[in-house]
């Protein structure tokens, strides 16, 4: 834990206090004696101690525990429970990831509380565009305000 805690304090120390610090951790890995949720539930603590203001929780998913055997396809939102756990149990804010590919799913990781933000990241390789899909889905009074200002100007114009 020493290197991660070495790399969060200078981080912490760098930056402004109006600056948050986010750390990505790989939350549990599918090999035997590799991390588990308990040790990135310690990490976390100590990370939050340190000033790490949230933890962006994902879990490798690179290579399959049994190279032979494929893993089974992972499911939207199928890492949101580690980002639940961390963020009760060690009491950080956290971001999660995992397939998070529909603007329903992202309003109900954040609205229910399992974490407090919520990546995109194929998502926004498919579309660019969710941002602006997902405030449209979701009845945002002002969908617009996600863009950029000068395309949200042009949107607006056009109704």
């Not at 933000?117 to 996600?146: I, K, Q, S, T, W």
């Amino acid at each position: 834990m020493r290197l991660p805690l070495a790399v969060a304090h200078a981080v912490r120390a760098a930056v402004p206090e109006s600056m948050p610090v986010l750390y990505r951790v790989s939350a549990i890995d599918p090999f035997e004696g590799g991390v588990a949720l308990e040790d990135t539930l310690a990490l976390a603590r100590t990370l939050k101690d340190a000033g790490v203001d949230l933890l962006d929780c994902s879990a490798g998913g690179i290579i399959a525990a049994d190279p032979s055997s494929p893993a089974p396809a992972p499911q939207p939102g199928h890492l949101v429970p580690l980002a639940r756990a961390v963020r009760t149990e060690a009491g950080i804010p956290t971001m999660a990831v995992g397939l998070i590919n529909r603007a329903a799913l992202a309003e109900e990781v954040v609205a229910g509380g399992s974490a407090d933000l919520v990546a995109l990241g194929r998502a926004l390789l498919a579309d660019p565009n969710f941002p602006y899909r997902a405030a449209l889905a979701l009845h945002h009074p002002a969908p617009h305000e996600v863009l950029p200002a000068p395309y949200a100007l042009a949107l607006k114009r056009r109704g």
